[in-house]
């Protein structure tokens, strides 16, 4: 080999290593100062950031996140609200005008940062909106810290979208996405996505807050609190120390994404302990419209038990629960939900969502504005699951997703699909958006169920967990396990459930008898190709079920949860029909279809069955 020639073979070779290099993920530490003028819903803040790059890249600019600068009239999100017009989010508008648009001078969101300096550098910015970007005095080198310094103070919006004062329940401050956060950097490069009304994103951090409010406030936030004994509502016993009749609180978190608070005067505090952890808090105003947060004390310990010991052992030694917001929105260690419920199970699905973002969001926290599904999609599923065990139906449904399966095809049949891989603010519509970050984001790991068996499943979503747990995960770290614990190729389906909008449809053609055997005729009459389960029940009550494997699996299903079943020569998907033939004649049978369990999202299930009459 000639020296030019290796020397590129060398350089290529390099390159390559260098595009497959290890996973990193940067962090920061935060320490803040925040004062509190509660009259007039302002505050004042300072921080300072150490911001570690373990990243393989030099630096130059860094990018934070003002998210309250978006409410205001003629904001991006007002603008967003407004271009949507009825087809958007009904918690922005009325009768399909944003109520951004109204928000009253006094009443407008803003981070008005005074200086930031880089190790004492001052340092030029500029505000892009709800996205600050800095340009460094000195870059910050690969596996190199640095760190900021912060001046600012803010006015707390009109709440209407997660953040704000005075929500509709009467909740003084709801303080979520309130300081000047910095971005994340990945291989994907800078996550500084505007801010119109949709998901978040961070790096893992370290926060150290202090808070001095007004010293009739009580405080519930995300984190640990280090000086109970010298706040409102945490000990009886407490002795309120006030510096001009206010009162200081000092909160800590670790390897958290954010840290969120809310602060009202009629709040209660409420706490107790799950069996091996965490320890959990109710924060709320107490009274007959709240009623139902007592009796949800003994279904929120069984939900964490189940959590555990289902999908990975919950990392933090706390979880708030806090009246707050405007519906439910998950932060590190709480969440904010509004604290009216008509009923147990309502409060109940709303807190076991929301907590089950301490999962698909704060733990595995996969990049939200980028693959929504990931996050809502799995933490749907959770939620489906534990609400099952935790509320049994009173049907006879054969799985915990029945009501999720009837939602997808009632939104395919009204034609306004979008598909999920679109980014989360992008979503033309807003109902499209829910149904394919939430339903269609469930029904991925449902169908990934009935495609590899729910044990294989299980094992998948533990080890998800285990590998990637404290991490930004991607669709692509998923599905690598995914293949390698059930040695299937499910590539295909990936593409066609979470880049497309394209549908399952299978059907029974015909079904032909004779004096010993029966043949029947099945067709796949749209674009998504599946394996099939095929049973039929006998006359003395038997069920007999043939897997139908799809070559694009390469591996075949070798044994699910729903039953047992013989294994039948597979279906190309390039064919549309396929011809099985079972040992069975018409006077031995009652029933034959597709798909018993009727987990397969099939857009037209009527045709999948048969009674033998």
């Given at each position: ?109 803003s981070q008005n940062i005074h200086w930031i300096r880089q190790n004492g ?121 006030a510096d001009k009749n206010k009162a200081t609180w000092k909160w800590t ?161 009204r034609g306004i699909e979008e598909p999920a891989v679109w980014l989360g ?189």
């Amino acid at each position: 080999m000639k020296k030019s020639v290796a020397i590129l073979f060398a350089f290529i070779i390099t390159q390559f290593q260098a595009q497959q290099g290890a996973y990193y993920q940067q962090y920061a530490k935060y320490k803040m100062d925040i004062d509190v003028n509660a009259e007039k819903f302002t505050y004042t803040g300072n921080q300072t950031l150490e911001y570690t790059n373990n990243s393989p890249d030099e630096l130059k600019v860094v990018y934070f996140h003002l998210y309250w600068n978006a409410f205001k009239p003629n904001s991006m999100m007002d603008q967003r609200v407004a271009g949507q017009g009825k087809n958007g989010d009904g918690r922005l508008q009325k009768d399909g005008i944003s109520r951004l648009a109204s928000i009253p001078k006094d009443q407008e969101g803003s981070q008005n940062i005074h200086w930031i300096r880089q190790n004492g550098k001052e340092l030029k910015f500029e505000v892009q909106e709800t996205v600050m970007k800095v340009y460094l005095a000195e870059p910050i080198k690969p596996n190199s810290k640095t760190t900021f310094t912060m001046n600012w103070d803010a006015v707390i919006p009109q709440q209407i979208r997660r953040s704000g004062r005075n929500n509709k329940e009467g909740i003084d401050m709801t303080m979520t996405q309130w300081y000047p956060k910095i971005s994340e950097y990945d291989y994907d490069g800078w996550a500084a996505f505007d801010y119109v009304g949709r998901e978040f994103h961070a790096p893992f951090a370290d926060f150290d807050v202090t808070i001095k409010i007004n010293k009739d406030y009580i405080v519930g936030a995300g984190g640990t609190l280090l000086n109970p004994s010298e706040v409102k509502g945490y000990e009886a016993s407490a002795k309120i120390k006030a510096d001009k009749n206010k009162a200081t609180w000092k909160w800590t978190a670790k390897n958290m994404l954010d840290f969120a608070w809310a602060a009202d005067k009629d709040y209660s505090v409420e706490s107790f302990e799950v069996p091996q952890g965490p320890k959990v808090y109710f924060v709320y105003q107490k009274n007959d419209k709240t009623k139902y947060w007592t009796e949800a004390k003994p279904y929120i310990s069984k939900y964490f038990q189940i959590m555990n010991s289902r999908f990975g052992k919950y990392a933090y030694p706390s979880y708030a629960f806090i009246q707050g917001g405007d519906g439910g929105m998950e932060y590190g260690m709480c969440t904010m939900i509004l604290g009216e419920a008509e009923g147990l199970e309502d409060l109940m699905g709303l807190m076991i969502h929301e907590g089950s973002h301490s999962w698909y969001q704060q733990m595995l926290a996969t990049n939200e504005p980028m693959r929504p599904w990931m996050d809502e999609g799995f933490t749907s599923y959770a939620e489906s699951i534990v609400m099952h065990e935790l509320f049994p139906p009173k049907d006879d449904r054969p799985n915990a997703f029945v009501e999720k399966l009837d939602a997808y095809r009632n939104i395919v049949k009204r034609g306004i699909e979008e598909p999920a891989v679109w980014l989360g603010d992008h979503h033309d519509n807003g109902t499209a958006y829910s149904f394919a970050s939430y339903v269609k984001g469930e029904l991925y790991l449902v169908q990934l169920g009935y495609i590899v068996g729910e044990g294989n499943l299980a094992k998948i979503m533990t080890e998800y967990f285990k590998e990637w747990s404290m991490k930004h995960p991607s669709d692509r770290d998923f599905l690598h396990i995914a293949q390698q614990i059930s040695g299937m190729d499910l590539k295909w389906f990936h593409h066609y459930w979470i880049n497309t909008i394209k549908t399952i449809d299978y059907g029974i053609k015909d079904v032909k008898y004779d004096g010993k055997s029966t043949t029947i005729t099945l067709v796949n009459k749209s674009q998504v190709p599946m394996p099939i389960d095929f049973s039929v029940i006998t006359t003395d009550n038997k069920i007999v079920t043939y897997q139908i494997p799809l070559n694009m699996t390469r591996t075949w299903k070798t044994k699910d949860a729903y039953g047992d079943f013989t294994t039948l020569n597979y279906w190309p998907w390039t064919q549309k029909e396929y011809t099985l033939t079972i040992p069975y004649s018409k006077s031995q049978l009652k029933v034959l279809g597709i798909d018993f369990s009727q987990r397969m999202a099939d857009v037209n299930p009527e045709d999948n069955f048969v009674e033998v009459k």
